[in-house]
Structures are given as C-alpha cells and as structure tokens.
C-alpha cells in the first residue's frame, strides 16, 4: 500500500485595521491600504498602518510583506493637507503629528522582515516615502513618482530626503527634489528610485511570485541580510525631522498649503 503524499496546508490569516487590511498566505503577508479616493495617509491610514506594522513585526510566521494600495488614482498620496490647518492651530499640533507620522514609517522601515511594494498607482510625496521605506519597490508603467514638498514650502519629512539619495545618489535626489519634479516610471527605473517596471495590471501578483521566492530562503540569513544595509540611517532621520519642523514654521508653508487648496499659484515672500 502506497503513501499518498500531501501538500502541505496553507496557513491563512485576515484582519482589518480602519482601511488598512492584512492577509497572510504561507507566510507572505499582503498589506493594502485602500481609502478612497487617493488613499492619502490621514490618521486613519496612519493608524492602520501602525497597527499592521506591530502585528506583523513579531511574527515568526511573516516571512516577507507586500505593501500597495487600492484603486487607480494614487498608491498613497501622502500627508492629507486638510488636517495641516488644524496641526498648525494647535499648540505643538505639527512637531506630536510629524513624531507619530515619523514613528510610522520608522516601524515600517524597522521590519524585519522584507518588504516589497507593489506600486499600483502614483506614489508622490508622502507615498514615495513610504515606499522608500521598502527594500524592493515594482511598478506598473503608468505610475508616477516624486517628492514635490517644495512647491507647497515644505521639506520631505518622512525620510524622503535621506532614504531618496540612497537609491539615485545624492545630486539625482537633490534636483528632484530642489525642482519637485515628478517622473514617469521608466525615468524612475533610470534613476533607480524603483527596481522593476512590471507588464500593466501585473504589480500585485509580480510582487507576490517576488515574495514567495523570497520566503522560501531561510528566515534567519534574510533577515540578517536585512540589518547589515545602512544601519546608520537612523541619527540621519532625526535631522530630517528637525529641520522639518522648521521649515514648517515659516510663512511660505502657510501659503503654500493655502495656494494648494484654492488651486492658485502660491505668492512665496520666502520667509
């Protein structure tokens, strides 16, 4: 009597945190954060997300994670301005938001385990950054990137201007961002600010097939792998922060925020 041999069982995990979901498939976590209509990282975004990011830090059972959002207009579309005004208004309002909204993306940044996003639509501004916060980043051919904070009188404050450079060397980053320009995905894949630009409407099961290789190395030696890339980033993003805050404190910011929401061109006094 022969022995039938069987596959082995898929462990299979869901859980909704606000619009963030997380399901786990044999040990590949796939995150989406789908707020419509541009999935901008308000606080509920941001809480789901830190929500996620706790849960799936210590899980031995997580071996890789796959970041991306819902719909077509934006991967994430970054800070929600309209909450800007109230921040302001309150007395330390900016600098607590900046620190949670920081802390966020560092948890992001801090998993162990690798992190693949599949960018299924633009990712600009703060969407950038926290793709920037991945190891791997795919992309449909229609997306678009950059971290145009400048037009509005702001800085990148989720680490853009650190972990940018780090992926198209320093004076690529800078002129992006001095310009705030904004690039296809084949420039971007020039530039190195992605990894691969993927046949359209493949980003999602490119970066799973990605994933599932990933997860069948051993856990230890990737992650280890994972902890020796740029250990140094850290006193670097505290900069990033401080000098954020600054400039968010100037005049121009106001009226940049203020341009943006009346759809005008701002009138910049570069104070």
């Known amino acids: 009597m022969s022995a039938e041999v069987l596959a082995p069982a898929v462990a299979e995990v869901h ?28 606080r509920a975004v941001l809480q789901g997300l830190e929500e996620v990011a706790h849960a799936v830090a210590g899980d031995e059972g997580v071996r890789v994670v796959v970041l991306t959002g819902g719909g ?3 991967f994430m579309a970054g800070a929600d301005i309209a909450e800007f005004d109230e921040l302001r208004a309150a007395p330390g309002g900016m600098d607590a938001h900046s620190a949670w909204a920081g802390g966020v993306l560092a948890a992001w940044a801090a998993l162990p385990q690798p992190i693949i996003a599949a ?19 795919l992309t449909e051919p229609t997306a678009k990137f950059g971290l145009p904070e400048v037009k509005l009188g702001l800085i ?33 894949l020039e530039l190195g600010i992605v990894d691969e630009v993927v046949e359209p409407g493949q980003v999602l099961a490119e970066a799973q097939a990605l994933a599932v290789r990933i997860a069948a190395m051993p856990r230890v030696a990737v992650q280890a792998l994972k902890r020796c890339v740029d250990p140094a980033l850290g006193a670097a ?30 009138r910049f006094t570069h104070s």
Request: aromatic content about 2%.
């Open 156 to 188: 990148p404050g989720g680490g853009g201007t650190q972990r940018l450079p780090r992926r198209t060397g320093t004076a690529a980053a800078l002129k992006l961002m001095l310009l705030g320009s904004v690039v296809k995905a084949d420039r971007a």
């Open 15 to 42: 859980s909704q945190h606000g619009p963030v979901s997380l399901d786990v498939v044999d040990g590949v976590a796939t995150v989406v954060v789908d707020s419509p209509p541009v999935n901008a990282m308000g």
């Open 72 to 74: 077509t207009k934006a």
């Open 119 to 137: 960018v299924q639509a633009s990712a600009v501004g703060g969407g950038l950054e926290i793709a920037l916060t991945t190891d791997l980043i």
């Open 237 to 266: 993003l505290d900069e990033e922060r401080r000098i954020f805050l600054q400039v968010a404190a100037a005049d121009d910011f106001r009226e940049g925020v203020a341009a943006f929401t009346e759809k005008r061109a701002p």
